[in-house]
């Protein structure tokens, strides 16, 4: 079965720019979760989508965004890029969305020149 | 009282020695306790996890043993292995809050042959 996949590995943009991540979940998982992670933070939510709805939302802001489509694939945007969103973006997959396993994808290398 | 704390920041072990990683959290509504190893290069992968129902869960060399009165859980790893050297994350969530997990800060273990 294959594992969860983040396209691209490695992204490079400038500050103001926008961007979008995607991921693939397991096949199967109808909840896909973001994190972010950095040195200094460690690993932080983002949001969760479950059957193309916004679940949960951590506290980030607001030019954080994502959706899920009705393949349960999801995307994770990013406008107004600023030198602090440098970071691991890691997307998570899990079969439902209340306390289940997650499953992490390798993650998107976000860097902010 | 969303925090999750976890310690040592590092440890060295020797092959064949037992490693022990412990984390406490405050929010009495966590319910769902999993450990994940990151190498480097690679997403978090999950290794073990437990709910309060239990005070200890064991899969191969890894072991969870969970306090629910002092609001604890440890992870011991037997037989310490080089190929386990990795940043060992604990991470709890609560079944309200749907599938946002609240990580520990990591330990980064180090096993010498």
């Known amino acids: 079965k294959a594992g969860v996949t983040q396209t691209p590995r490695y992204l490079i943009k400038t500050r103001g720019q926008q961007v979008t991540l995607s991921c693939s979940p397991i096949s199967g998982h109808r909840s896909v979760s973001w994190y972010q992670q950095t040195p200094g933070q460690g690993l932080q939510f983002l949001f969760e989508y479950f059957s193309e709805t916004q679940r949960n939302k951590g506290n980030f802001p607001g030019r954080f965004s994502g959706r899920q489509f009705s393949n349960s694939r999801s995307e994770m945007n990013v406008s107004t890029l600023e030198l602090g969103d440098s970071a691991l973006y890691l997307c998570a997959s899990s079969l439902g969305s209340n306390n289940q396993p997650q499953h992490f994808g390798d993650g998107t290398r976000l860097s902010i020149l | 009282q969303q925090q999750v704390k976890q310690s040592p920041q590092s440890l060295i072990v020797q092959k064949g020695g037992i490693s022990i990683i412990n984390c406490a959290y405050e929010?009495?509504?966590?319910?769902?306790f999993p450990w994940y190893q990151q190498f480097p290069g690679k997403g978090p992968a999950l290794l073990i996890a437990?709910?309060?129902?239990?005070s200890e869960k064991k899969e191969g060399r890894f072991t969870i043993s969970f306090n629910k009165s002092a609001k604890q859980f440890s992870l011991h790893i037997m037989d310490s292995q080089p190929g386990d050297s990795a940043t060992y994350f604990c991470a709890a969530s609560a079944y309200n809050y749907g599938q946002n997990f609240v990580f520990g800060p990591g330990t980064r273990l180090s096993v010498l042959p």
């Open positions: 437990i709910r309060p129902d239990v």
């Open positions: 929010n009495t509504a966590f319910d769902y």
